[in-house]
């Protein structure tokens, strides 16, 4: 499906960004709220692996990405 594609090169260009760049920590804060967590909620299983990559890199990228990600999963 295109919708699914589309999502997954996001999350692969947001994926790329986080390792590449020295991010601000409301940029990932936002990253992680715009893509990562709808992405770890997905119902496709390569959606959500391709997520949880991301969510692993703004964690060790921002602990305000880390809080964040924590109260959103409760």
Do not use: H, K
Not at 38 to 65: E, H, I, K, T
Request: glycine fraction near 6%.
């Amino acid at each position: 499906e295109v919708a699914i594609l589309a999502q997954l090169r996001a999350l692969q260009l947001g994926q790329m960004a986080l390792e590449r760049i020295d991010m601000p920590s409301d940029l990932v804060t936002l990253l992680l709220n715009e893509l990562v967590i709808g992405a770890v909620n997905s119902g496709y299983a390569v959606v959500q692996a391709a997520g949880l990559r991301c969510l692993g890199l703004c964690c060790a990228l921002s602990p305000d990405a880390a809080n964040t990600a924590r109260s959103n999963a409760l």
